[in-house]
């Protein structure tokens, strides 16, 4: 199959990307300590103030996914006595780490010197990081970030983090890069990731036009990219989200739709719609043009929120930087509370003008998926919008079944349609 | 009641009473009580008591409850738990209930927390979430604050102030509940053949859904009955149960267990009234004692993250050498992230020291029981033919 056809700021990405695995498997020549983290909740921009360069492994298991190679990794950790229940990533990391541990330049990866377990919004992270410190016998830090339970943080969750924060996770990594914390450092990067959080919202909101310049889920998966990863509060990230700015304003311009697949504007965006839940990703191409190709866009998504959640307001904040660290914790997708989660589904449909939610559950993902189905529901209810539900796994190929999801959303597609004629003949 | 007989046929009617009609008795009793239900895997039940609520254990509809709502919240790959519960709601058979807790165990819990709150909007309904950091600076204070907001909670629920007074008289009753509970353990440890596995699950859950203080008299009596009884001893080996700690397993896989050769003398059914495992300071402030007491003194769980690699699994493994237990089954909810994410790890422990396991799967409402005592049996042989 052809790959994806690539805008000008996906390959900067790329380039970006490039260059960080480059930082990850050189750390024996160049001597910068290297860390494990996950997306929601890292901390990179306190990272970058011990020049500790940051590996994550659900960034490495997407690659193996999309490269094809996660299904054999995730068998051989089941054959190794690991659940055919848990989450698919960590078996594609500890599959991958049987293999060889190879990065996707083709060079081993080292072992980090560091795995900082920001623990937010998601119970596997803590036991994918127990599995991995028996692997890599290195320090780990746990960063424990309650969960939003009653809808809102609290003070007390606040000054819990900050705590942790102050007290383990700063000398834990002043330990291991032998650097002292420099909280003027951190400030500064906080200053960075706010410019490049402003122009990631900007995009973002652009699915509120008509036709939408972005695809919000296929595209947005790739618009995340910098600032999920290891590149929030660098100037390559300001950098980045200029460019990409400057790419949707142009489409904005001349009423062009996202790139599809195949490298033509889309622009016969016969269906808007609001998507919850991760993609999958081995066979992402394939399962974007089933959108593509019956004129569907994604205008809005809850996974470009997983590592952040922009949109409601929230800028790192350089006059408050260990409690910015710890409000951005806080405020993950996935660390709010159901409640929540429908009411931001359901502004996304009204805000964006969208015919309905769809929501890809994933079987890996009990962070995600347990309660969609009530989510779907009390998003129909409240937008009168049609809902569907279908049913992948993000890097077991096993779970993806073409032909069902196809027919799912052709069917879907065909209730819009019923939907709107209903309501042109109330009108 | 002066027979195991009488008191464990009392337990088992509580215990498969889908109405809860002992708690709805409870409640009725006395105008104003207060109900508070709360999930696995652990809640300070002292605050709930002190409250003058009755904590009301809830783990699940079983083998006997047809789930028809619950299972159109759930896609398949989803343990059974939380839609037995969701059925149980649904139908209605919690509408006495005034109160929810879930405490923070996993996803699953954590999000059904949320569902509530849509579901029942006026049932007060509070996700509990237990500290990861256990330093007493940290997590402990994090903790206090936390059990405070309960506390607060639970106040604003009854109408009445939580004295430190009422929470040391409940405290005091919890710290006798765990101290009876653990001896019965040690009973069981000692002579299995007395105190059988399938019998001392029921005195555990029926103990979380009536008063403590009644929970208490039955466990003197239970032990006492036990003491005085002659049942003949088997040529069993001896086991420990893991990964049962939230969804249960049938009574009847319980029994099969036993059946197939084995005495369980060591588990992690329900571990509430085990989580904590020394009594609860009754000399400081009551909430800093609870605090202590959970990060000083608990049981190493699925959901508790243990912060130095060395030590993953060593509580295991002390309990199996104090109870003298031969060897392990690892059982486990279908779907269930925390149990099969650490099996492996405690697994490897176990080989470690040389503890012979098994490990199954098993769902609340699995009816056949027949591959697991296949499954027990020949473990149980296994062991004998080694030993
Ligand atoms: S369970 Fe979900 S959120 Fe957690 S690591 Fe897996 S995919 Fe990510
Ligand atoms: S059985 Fe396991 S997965 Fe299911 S709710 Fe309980 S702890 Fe969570």
Known sequence: MSEIVKEPSMLLQKEMIARNYEAITSKHETGRKVSSTFVPGNLNELLLCFDIVNNLPEINAIQNGMRKLSGNYIMDAEKSGHSEDVCTYVKADIGMMGAGNIAPNGKPFPKPDVLLLSYTGCYTFMKWFELLREEYKCPTLMLHVPYEGDGHSTKNMRDYIVKQLKEVIIPGLEQVSGIKFDIDRLREALRNSAKAEDNLVWVLESGKHKPSPIDAYFGGVYYIGPIFTAFRGTPDAIAYYDALRTEVQARIDTRQGPITPDGSNFNDQRYRLVV??????????????????????????????????YDL????????????????????????????????????????????????????????????????????????????????????????????????????FQMIEQKRLGTAKAA | MTTTAEIVSRCEAIFEDLDFTAARAWK????????????????????????????????????????????????????????????????????????????????????????????????WTKFFDTPQNFDPEIGGSYYVAELQEMRDGLETLTGRKVSDDDLRRSIALYNENRRLVRQLYTFRARQPWKAPTSEVYLLMRAGLMIDVAEHNALLVRYMAAAEKEDRPKRDNVRVAIYGSFCEQPPLNLIKSIEMAGCYVVEDDYILVNRFLTEDVALDIDPLEALATAYIAHSVETSCKYVPREGEKGKFHVDQIRKAGAEGVIYATPSFCDPALLD????CKKLTEEGIPH??????????????????????????????
């Not at chain 1, 951005?328 to 309905?356: M, Q, S, W």
């Not at chain 1, 992948?392 to 190929?397: E, N, R």
């Open chain 1, 313 to 412: 307001g929230f800028r790192h904040d350089a006059d408050n930087p260990l409690e910015t660290l710890a409000d951005y914790c806080l405020g993950c997708y996935t660390n709010r509370n159901l409640p929540t989660r429908v009411d931001i589904l359901a502004k996304y449909i009204e805000e964006y003008e969208a015919d309905g939610l769809l929501i890809n559950s994933i079987k890996s993902c009990n962070s995600f998926s347990a309660g969609q189905l009530m989510m779907m529901n009390e998003v129909e209810r409240r937008t009168g919008k049609p809902g569907a539900f279908i049913e992948t796994d993000l890097v077991d190929p096993r779970y993806f079944s073409a032909a069902n999801v196809k027919n799912r959303l052709e069917s879907y």
């Open chain 1, 276 to 309: 919850e839940g991760p993609p999958n990703w081995t066979h992402f191409r394939e399962f974007w043009k089933m959108f593509s190709d019956e004129g569907a866009v994604v205008v809005a998504s809850s996974y470009t929120k997983v590592g952040g959640m």
């Open chain 2, 358 to 387: 098994i490990s199954f799967k098993y769902a609340e409402n699995s009816g056949q029981m027949q591959p697991v005592r296949e499954q027990a049996g020949t473990f149980a042989d296994s062991i004998k033919l080694w030993s």
């Open chain 2, 28 to 123: 009725d009793a006395v105008p104003g009580r207060k109900v508070v239900g709360f999930l696995p895997l652990y809640a300070p039940l002292e605050l709930i008591h002190a409250a003058g609520c009755l904590p009301l254990g809830l783990f699940g509809g079983g083998d006997k409850l047809e789930v028809i709502h619950g299972d159109a919240f759930y896609q398949s790959y989803i343990c059974r738990i939380p839609r037995s519960t969701v059925e149980l709601g649904m139908t209605k058979r919690l509408d006495f209930v005034d109160g929810m807790i879930f405490p923070f165990v996993c996803d699953v819990i954590r999000n059904l927390s949320g569902m509530w709150k849509i579901m029942f909007p006026n049932v």
């Open chain 2, 343 to 346: 099996r492996p790890m405690i």
